[in-house]
């Protein structure tokens, strides 16, 4: 068991062993519904505490780690994940988990190793394939990472996701029309998946097909009005149409919405400084790469 992760809850020490595993299991459940909420820091407390009352069961390592990764804190998510394995050696979402949080950071023969046992004991886990695909990708194995997508659509060819996920990949590839085709076949799995008709129109942005780009942006922003994602693209679309008023309308709501989006401060300046508004261009530029570069 991993040094230091144990707390000391001195009041809890006078419980039976029968109210310590009935607390336990009641903190668990709880702990459940905060990661479902996506309060993991809360989810944290209640299974660090259940740990402590019961520290041999495997689910509350699990869950800990799970929400340990989910907030980027990737070394205590392998060290949940580790405890949670050694008591639960065949726990095939552990063992995903794991590679995912050996993944972000950039241990990725541990990730490789974590993907491969997982899937022989779950060869049909859907996340685990695109988990090890999105490694395999990052390891610039596109074509294995390929092979996995297609294994995943296999699966379930009416499934929006993983028609998305492969056309987010060629996208990454550079293969426009190939990511268009799958982010057309997402659509006609869900017509309103506002991801997929986002991604599509940055992918006609991107071989100039500017007008059917705006129309899937259109459409986005009309499903989802604060995406962010689809206001930044959709301004890119109307400044490259020539209407750079629009567009800065579309991007100072991207960049309210997330003040790091790097891309759209990038597309904001190159707009203003079309305008001449050399000012505002600048701080957009330095804002950007104060963002990526940390200056």
Do not use: C
Not at 63 to 92: K, M, N, W, Y
Not at 103 to 116: I, K, P, Q, V, Y
Not at 149 to 169: F, M, Q, V
């Amino acid at each position: 068991m991993s040094e230091g992760i144990m707390p000391e809850l001195p009041e809890l020490t006078g419980l039976s062993e029968a109210a310590a595993q009935s607390r336990a299991s009641v903190l668990r459940s709880r702990a459940e519904s905060y990661i479902a909420l996506g309060r993991h820091d809360a989810a944290i407390a209640d299974l660090t505490e259940s740990i402590a009352l019961v520290p041999g069961n495997a689910r509350a390592w699990r869950l800990r780690g799970e929400s340990h990764r989910i907030v980027e804190r990737f070394e205590a998510a392998v060290a949940d994940f580790d405890e949670a394995l050694r008591l639960e050696p065949d726990s095939s979402y552990a063992l995903g988990s794991r590679g995912q949080a050996y993944a972000s950071l950039g241990r990725m023969e541990e990730a490789m190793a974590d993907f491969e046992h997982a899937l022989t004991l779950s060869p049909e886990s859907l996340w685990i394939l695109e988990a090890k695909a999105d490694a395999l990708a990052d390891l610039d194995r596109f074509d294995e990472a390929l092979d996995e997508h297609a294994k995943i659509i296999a699966l379930n060819e009416e499934l929006a996701y993983s028609w998305l996920a492969r056309g987010d990949l060629y996208q990454r590839m550079g293969l426009y029309a190939e990511a268009i085709s799958d982010y057309g076949r997402a659509l006609e799995a869900d017509p309103d998946y506002v991801r997929a008709l986002s991604r599509r129109g940055e992918a006609l942005r991107m071989i100039d097909r500017y007008e059917e780009a705006l129309a899937d942006l259109n459409r986005a922003v009309e499903l989802d009005p604060d995406n962010d994602r689809a206001l930044g693209s959709r301004g890119a679309v109307l400044s490259e149409l020539g209407d750079n008023e629009a567009a800065l309308k579309d991007l100072n709501r991207a960049v309210e919405l997330d003040e790091e989006y790097i891309w759209a401060y990038r597309v904001r300046g190159e707009i203003l400084q079309d305008l001449d508004r050399h000012e505002e261009a600048v701080a957009d530029f330095t804002r950007a790469l104060h963002l990526e570069f940390g200056d």
